[in-house]
């Protein structure tokens, strides 16, 4: 029965169906629709009409063949209408008489062009029709769409590469007011102009979408060779086409182009090797555009310019020869999360007044700056993912603004975010984090408000501030740095305040040549170095900061650096509190300083700072040594409960005494109590501090100057031998040490260094001033 069967037409087989109950089984059969189905549209699977608006028309794959009872005779259900023509190339020319035998008796109407299909069903003003265009080239056909048919592309394989429609002078297809729900599927549209022709093709196109149209195009590839327009260009008021699943590729010129006012829904396109941007938007244009594929262009990935708009969706943007997605004059798109990723420039590039919003997205691995933004434009760049770029992550430079905030910034090669030549940002909420470079670096005058935001574990400075730059820093966590917390050099200024910095290689923060920044109200602890560092010519207005177990000194002031140190609590650090060296100067006004290894403000190597109104006080050394030629001018301090002394004075150390007298008092005196009891002062200090006292040097056991003894060593360990005073001033005992050859009688503990350290251990300086 089912090989009797088989000789009947659809037609025919739905007639005997009704006979009866057996009947209609073995009709059903997919044997028999299968080869029906192929003859009449020769697809090699099923293709059905969704349930969706708008119209959508896919192939049923191999695996989801079983979820329907027969998918052949379904399909051939949906597209068997009651208009049902077919395009067959040459069909009419008297050489197709098997294909016409093999066709008698349907209800399928055929011609040799579309432009005659598009005719005929224009002529019988039916609802709804379709032409089924089945392999070939069509070419020169003039095809103006203004009704809702459905053009679809009939062959096996993949059945656009066998269905080409192509012209060369004027656009391929077009669509135009009343296509509002034609469809257009699985055909190859061609643009390929003569090169010889003078006729400019700036307006002409592969496909044309017009005003008031809004077709449906999927499953197209869609190709122009012209050097001038778009391969697709869809402008004017009311222009809202879907375009799905279309292949736009080695175009010579713009892939997409939409322009003035219009819109549209452009979804899973794969957009690649365009001369040209891959996309344009232009003049208000406000397409929505999700999950396109758009690659090695030759140009930009995506170019909105001129007030063009739209939305982004999940895009894949990635290996273009210029910015992966470039925003221009006015322009302001929303971005959300793409991936924008391996650019031969950069990632974003938004300038000459740009805007934009990009949002969610991942922006990677490209060769120049993540995100650039110049020319007085002000995108927003939140909770993006910028990472492992070759260069910077953000650049701001040539009076660009922005608000960049909520993003994770890190594995950059150059800074995490660079500021530049007057721009003025918001940076804020992000992580910028193990850069091979420093987190942010201000230079040239750049500016911004910088708050909020976890900067870590980068390779240099987590902060630089140079040339002229003046930022605001606020609130930011700044820590874990390979070197120094917030760096100013070279005339960096601006206001640092209510920071935590803690936990670097190097100092906490860093002032130096002519700098003068406002530091205020931060914490800086748990440096693996200093907590300041003054030097150089360094300025700065430092007030109201806790500063406290840091590896060295509090803050250091060295080489003609002259700071106003003000309200600030200096405390527990594991070496002095504040270090005065090398014509260092300063201010230091009403300041706490407490509790430090050593002594609580040294000063040292012809420094002449100002101390007034201070409180230091606790310190496991002493309260203020002055030493090495060094002097003060002190007022009205109150030095107390220092375990070394009050105020320390070395050998030819004349300190300036103004005003209201300070009140010097309470220190224990461990100096002395440890020579009147006959102790090497070693048994008071180890070789981490340095008690001020006289020292000498003992001739028979050739010291030099850079071992000290000590009074008690003198008399006792070195007793009949030549020896000779020094100085009065800072230093543990070498004896006690256990030093030098002969052992101490006075039971000091042996150490590993081998001279005295009159002064701290200087600081590390920053030299690694590399640039973006």
Same mark, same amino acid.
């Given at each position: 029965m089912l090989k009797i069967f088989s000789y009947l037409l659809e037609c025919d087989l739905c007639r005997v169906s009704e006979v009866c109950h057996r009947f209609h089984s073995i009709v059903n059969d997919e044997e028999l629709w299968k080869p029906l189905y192929r003859d009449v549209f020769e697809y090699d699977l099923p293709l059905i009409l969704r349930d969706t608006e708008p119209k959508c028309y896919d192939f049923i794959p191999l695996s989801d063949l079983g979820k329907y009872d027969n998918p052949w005779k379904e399909s051939f259900r949906q597209l068997y209408r009651n208009v049902n023509v077919h395009v067959r190339h040459g069909y009419n020319m008297g050489n197709n008489q098997i294909t016409k035998k093999r066709h008698k008796g349907r209800n399928v109407v055929y011609f040799d062009t579309i432009e005659d299909a598009l005719q005929y069903v224009d002529s019988l003003m039916a609802y709804d029709p379709v032409i089924f265009v089945h392999s070939g080239v069509y070419q020169g056909e003039v095809l103006s769409i203004d009704t809702s048919v459905t053009i679809i592309g009939a062959a096996p394989g993949n059945v656009r590469d066998h269905v080409i429609i192509e012209r060369d002078s004027k656009s391929t297809v077009v669509f135009i007011s009343g296509s509002n729900s034609a469809y257009l599927g699985y055909v190859t549209l061609k643009f390929s102009p003569d090169i010889t022709s003078c006729v400019p093709h700036h307006h002409h196109y592969a496909l044309e979408i017009t005003d008031h149209s809004s077709p449906v195009i999927q499953h197209c590839r869609i190709k122009s060779t012209s050097v001038v327009g778009a391969a697709v260009c869809v402008s004017g008021s009311g222009a809202d086409p879907t375009i799905k699943n279309c292949l736009i590729k080695d175009c010579e010129n713009v892939g997409l182009y939409v322009t003035d006012y219009a819109t549209g829904v452009y979804e899973d396109n794969e957009i690649s090797g365009n001369a040209l941007a891959g996309i344009w938007v232009k003049n208000h244009a406000t397409p929505i555009m999700r999950r396109?594929?758009?690659?090695?262009?030759?140009?930009?990935?995506?170019?909105?310019?001129?007030?063009?708009?739209?939305?982004?969706?999940?895009?894949?943007?990635?290996?273009?020869?210029?910015?992966?997605?470039?925003?221009?004059?006015?322009? =302001? *798109?929303? +971005?959300?999360?793409?991936? !924008? #990723? @391996?650019?031969?420039? $950069? %990632? &974003? /590039?938004?300038?000459?007044?740009?805007?934009?919003?990009?949002?969610?997205?991942?922006?990677?691995?490209?060769?120049?700056?993540?995100?650039?933004?110049?020319?007085?434009?002000?995108?927003?760049?939140?909770?993006?993912?910028?990472?492992?770029?070759?260069?910077?992550?953000?650049?701001?430079?040539?009076?660009g603004?922005?608000?960049?905030?909520?993003?994770?910034?890190?594995?950059?090669?150059?800074?995490?975010?660079?500021?530049?030549?007057?721009? =003025? *940002?918001? +940076?804020?909420?992000?992580? !910028? #984090? @193990?850069?091979?470079? $420093? %987190? &942010? /670096?201000?230079h040239e005058k750049g500016q911004g408000l910088i708050e909020e935001n976890e900067i870590y574990a980068n390779t240099l400075a987590g902060v630089w501030i140079t040339t002229g730059s003046t930022p605001v820093l606020r609130r930011n966590r700044i820590h874990s740095g390979k070197q120094v917390g917030v760096y100013f050099y070279d005339n960096g200024h601006g206001v640092l305040e209510d920071n935590d910095i803690f936990n670097h290689l190097y100092s906490g923060v860093q002032i130096r040549t002519e700098s =003068? *920044?406002?530091?205020?109200?931060?914490? !800086?602890?748990?440096?693996?170095? $200093? %907590? &300041?560092?003054?030097?150089?010519?360094?300025?700065?207005?430092?007030?109201?900061?806790?500063?406290?177990?840091?590896?060295?000194?509090?803050?250091?002031?060295?080489?003609?650096?002259?700071?106003?140190?003000?309200?600030?609590?200096?405390?527990?650090?594991?070496?002095?509190?504040?270090?005065?060296?090398?014509?260092?100067?300063?201010?230091?006004?009403?300041?706490?300083?407490?509790?430090?290894?050593?002594?609580?403000?040294?000063?040292?190597?012809?420094?002449? *700072?100002?101390?007034?109104?201070?409180? !230091?006080?606790?310190?496991?050394?002493? %309260?203020?040594?002055?030493?090495?030629?060094?002097?003060?001018?002190?007022?009205?301090?109150?030095?107390?409960?220092?375990?070394?002394?009050?105020?320390?004075?070395?050998?030819?150390?004349?300190?300036?005494f103004e005003g209201r007298e300070n009140v010097i008092t309470g220190n224990h005196n461990m100096v002395e109590k440890a020579v009147s009891t006959g102790q090497c002062l070693y048994r008071i200090s180890s070789y981490t501090s340095f008690p001020m006292h006289d020292f000498y040097r003992c001739k028979t056991c050739h010291t030099t100057e850079r071992n000290a003894i000590c009074y008690n060593c003198i008399k006792r360990c070195h007793g009949g031998h030549e020896v000779e005073f020094i100085r009065h001033d800072r230093f543990f005992c070498d004896c006690g040490a256990g030093t030098l050859n002969n052992n101490c009688q006075l039971q000091g503990e042996p150490t590993q260094d081998t001279d005295t350290l009159y002064d701290s251990a200087a600081p590390m300086e920053s030299h690694t001033l590399q640039v973006n």
């Open positions: 396109n594929h758009i690659h090695h262009g030759r140009d930009v990935g995506v170019f909105t310019f001129e007030n063009g708009m739209g939305y982004f969706d999940s895009c894949d943007i990635h290996n273009n020869r210029i910015a992966g997605f470039e925003v221009k004059a006015g322009a =302001n *798109p929303t +971005v959300v999360c793409c991936e !924008i #990723h @391996h650019g031969q420039t $950069g %990632g &974003i /590039y938004v300038h000459e007044n740009g805007r934009g919003q990009f949002i969610g997205n991942k922006i990677h691995s490209n060769n120049f700056a993540g995100v650039w933004i110049t020319s007085n434009s002000d995108p927003t760049i939140r909770k993006n993912e910028i990472y492992n770029g070759h260069q910077g992550g953000v650049y701001i430079f040539g009076d603004r922005g608000l960049i905030e909520h993003n994770n910034i890190h594995g950059n090669a150059l800074a995490g975010i660079q500021i530049r030549t007057n721009s =003025n *940002p918001i +940076v804020r909420h992000n992580k !910028i #984090h @193990h850069g091979e470079h $420093g %987190g &942010i /670096y201000l =003068n *920044p406002l530091i205020r109200r931060n914490k !800086i602890w748990g440096g693996q170095n $200093g %907590g &300041i560092l003054i030097y150089n010519s360094g300025l700065g207005m430092i007030e109201n900061n806790e500063i406290f177990d840091n590896a060295m000194a509090g803050i250091w002031i060295k080489m003609h650096s002259n700071p106003v140190l003000r309200h600030n609590k200096i405390h527990d650090g594991r070496d002095g509190g504040i270090c005065i060296f090398n014509e260092g100067k300063g201010i230091l006004e009403e300041n706490e300083i407490f509790r430090n290894a050593q002594a609580g403000v040294l000063i040292s190597t012809e420094s002449h *700072p100002i101390l007034r109104r201070n409180r !230091i006080y606790d310190g496991l050394a002493a %309260g203020v040594e002055i030493t090495n030629n060094a002097t003060a001018t002190l007022e009205a301090n109150k030095i107390f409960n220092n375990r070394f002394g009050g105020l320390c004075l070395a050998s030819g150390v004349k300190p300036t």
